[in-house]
């Protein structure tokens, strides 16, 4: 920082100041740019272009929950499946399987503990990605009914 001497008084040089300010900046996008946090990956379920409810396909694993009794009973494209046979069961189905999707349906009196207990299961077995139904075909026809 310099003074210049003019006739009207001291007047401070700020050159050097803006390339130090200059610097700072430069210095400060490189740092956010070499920055590699992310945040999650979120797949948002898009809206259905018709109003006809589509069955899944054959292939698509759908566990459901269902009942108000602790712990709710467990059903794999509604076969009857338990608790303690459901990760064998899920690992035999996905290991051939090139796909690793899954749906879990709850019934909506269903605690959300058991719902994320099945996620962890099919996790734990490879599952890549679990897809959530939240409400159930015949509740989506009634809905449609009663708007019409």
């Given at each position: 920082m310099g003074f210049s001497g003019s006739g009207n008084g001291p007047?401070?040089?700020?050159?050097?100041?803006?390339?130090?300010?200059?610097v700072l900046i430069i210095v400060f996008m490189v740092i956010v740019s070499m920055s590699n946090q992310k945040g999650l990956d979120a797949q948002i379920p898009q809206?259905?272009?018709?109003?006809?409810?589509?069955?899944?396909?054959e292939r698509t694993i759908v566990v459901q929950l269902d009942g108000?009794?602790?712990?709710?009973?467990?059903?794999?494209?509604?076969q009857n499946a338990t608790w303690d046979g459901l990760r064998p069961k899920l690992a035999d189905i996905f290991a051939t399987r090139v796909e690793k999707v899954a749906f879990v349906q709850a019934h909506k009196e269903v605690a959300f503990e058991y719902v994320a207990q099945v996620i962890d299961i099919a996790?734990?077995?490879?599952?890549?990605?679990?897809?959530l139904i939240t409400t159930e075909p015949q509740e989506i026809a009634m809905v449609q009914a009663h708007r019409r």
């Amino acid at each position: 920082m310099g003074f210049s001497g003019s006739g009207n008084g001291p007047e401070i040089n700020v050159t050097p100041l803006i390339d130090v300010l200059l610097v700072l900046i430069i210095v400060f996008m490189v740092i956010v740019s070499m920055s590699n946090q992310k945040g999650l990956d979120a797949q948002i379920p898009q809206p259905a272009n018709s109003h006809s409810q589509v069955p899944p396909p054959e292939r698509t694993i759908v566990v459901q929950l269902d009942g108000t009794q602790e712990p709710p009973t467990v059903k794999i494209n509604q076969q009857n499946a338990t608790w303690d046979g459901l990760r064998p069961k899920l690992a035999d189905i996905f290991a051939t399987r090139v796909e690793k999707v899954a749906f879990v349906q709850a019934h909506k009196e269903v605690a959300f503990e058991y719902v994320a207990q099945v996620i962890d299961i099919a996790h734990e077995v490879g599952i890549m990605h679990v897809g959530l139904i939240t409400t159930e075909p015949q509740e989506i026809a009634m809905v449609q009914a009663h708007r019409r």
